[in-house]
């Protein structure tokens, strides 16, 4: 397994999504997002393209959420590799179904970070192979069906993944290092 392959899959690239972020999930204005806003309603800014139209005006506007986010490369993974190039707008009927699936495998692709930021710590080959397993896992589980995706248990995923993050950063208390647990 390259680690830097790896951590390159989860950089996000816009420009290969189709503004998911900024349609599926709710936000509020609050959080530093333009305005509030339900899951599954556009944001008003963002453009036919699906670029945002302000993009160079976040920091001077302080949109704190909009600047801060960060898909992992999920949007780009669901836009080309899931549904093929093709965006809600193509598929208006499975529009609400395209973001949950977003939302699934965000969480997914967070939970990939947080393992291969694991990987840069000094623990055992063991714990390393252990970590790889599940990256292997995790990568499988991002390139399922939808309908597979939408019955996916993430509690239960996130409790099997939860104890072995912990357990390895618990050896790293005082390690500026060590990645943060969802
Ligand atoms: S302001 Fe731009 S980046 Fe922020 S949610 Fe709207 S379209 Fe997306």
């Known amino acids: 397994m390259n680690y830097s392959e790896e951590l390159l899959q989860l ?14 999930l709710f936000f509020s204005k609050m959080d530093g997002f333009p305005k509030d806003k339900k899951a599954g309603q556009p944001c008003n800014n963002l453009l036919d393209d699906f670029r945002c ?11 704190k959420g909009c600047i801060g986010y960060d898909c992992f490369g999920a949007g780009q993974h669901v836009t080309q590799c899931i549904y093929q190039g093709k965006t809600y707008r193509d598929l208006t009927n499975q529009a609400t179904e395209i973001f949950d699936v977003f939302i699934i495998v ?15 710590l000094d623990i055992s080959s063991k714990k390393k192979e252990r970590i790889k397993d599940l990256i292997i896992e995790n990568k ?43």
């Open 11 to 24: 950089k996000t690239n816009c420009s290969k999504c189709s503004g998911l972020c900024c349609v599926a």
């Open 53 to 63: 139209k302000i993009h160079t005006q976040l920091e001077d506007r302080n949109l």
């Open 106 to 120: 965000f969480q997914l692709y967070q939970v990939r970070y947080y393992l291969l930021e694991v990987l840069t």
């Open 140 to 182: 499988k589980i991002c390139n399922y069906f939808p309908n597979k995706l939408l019955s996916f248990n993430l509690n239960t995923y996130k409790d099997k993944i939860n104890p072995v993050l912990k357990q390895i950063c618990s050896q790293f208390k005082n390690n500026k290092k060590v990645p943060t647990i969802f």
